[in-house]
């Protein structure tokens, strides 16, 4: 069946370093889905991505969709502690959701 | 969200015992869902409901049930509680079943749920 996974399981960063993390899925992908979950929070949509090679913004956060549409990323330009929290990837095929298990995110200020 | 509201947010709980857990949507969304957050497992979808009276299961549905009589309310029954439903209960709500939507799921503030 399909497996959506989702690396890495952990990053720490200092403040003012970049971070990145990747969804990739074994089967094409109809859409993707980013969330963010600050901790003891609950998770918060991000954004959407339908199309092959896509690319959003979202003032630090950049969001790609892969060529083949089979991985994703999501990548902070120079973190703040604000972006503290788990950053989890939610793939869909037109049947189905399945979701990623996150990317802890922590920094060190 | 002040859109979709979770009671209780937490919940201490025996055993054997039946809890009921809240979910209530004001965005008139059609689907709604239930999940359990637990380490290492990420999220799990318990059960979801495409529309009131219709209710369907996930991939956790065990010792679970559901009703949706009202679109706007969703709850959870675990009907006799065990330690291994301990957990972080999240309630959401969306336009669109399979994610076809441009606002996504919203969630609820969530249930902590533990059972003794």
């Known amino acids: 069946g399909q497996q959506v996974m989702q690396i890495p399981q952990y990053q720490h960063v200092q403040e003012g370093e970049d971070f990145t993390t990747y969804c990739n899925s074994s089967?094409?992908?109809?859409?993707i889905q980013w969330y963010k979950q600050r901790p003891g929070g609950h998770p918060v949509f991000l954004i959407q991505?339908?199309?092959s090679g896509e690319v959003k913004k979202q003032k630090r956060l950049t969001f790609q969709f892969g060529e083949a549409k089979k991985n994703s990323s999501l990548h902070i330009t120079a973190t703040q502690t604000t972006d503290v929290g788990t950053y989890f990837c939610n793939a869909g095929n037109n049947r189905k959701l399945i979701w990623g298990l996150g990317t802890s995110l922590a920094v060190n200020p | 969200d002040a859109g979709i509201t979770q009671s209780p947010r937490y919940k201490i709980t025996e055993t054997g015992r039946q809890v009921t857990l809240m979910c209530h949507q004001t965005?008139?969304?059609?689907?709604m869902f239930w999940y359990r957050q637990d380490l290492g497992h990420g999220l799990r979808l318990i059960y979801y409901?495409?529309?009131?009276?219709?209710?369907d299961k996930g991939e956790v549905p065990d010792g679970y049930v559901v009703s949706r009589s009202k679109t706007e309310n969703f709850p959870l029954t675990l009907e006799s509680a065990t330690r291994s439903q301990t957990s972080v209960y999240f309630c959401?709500?969306?336009?669109?079943?399979?994610?076809?939507?441009?606002?996504?799921?919203?969630f609820g503030s969530g249930t902590r749920l533990t059972v003794v």
């Open positions: 089967t094409t992908l109809s859409n």
């Open positions: 965005w008139s969304h059609s689907y």
């Open positions: 959401a709500s969306s336009e669109s079943g399979t994610g076809w939507s441009s606002y996504g799921y919203t």
């Open positions: 409901s495409a529309a009131a009276d219709i209710t």
């Open positions: 991505l339908v199309k």
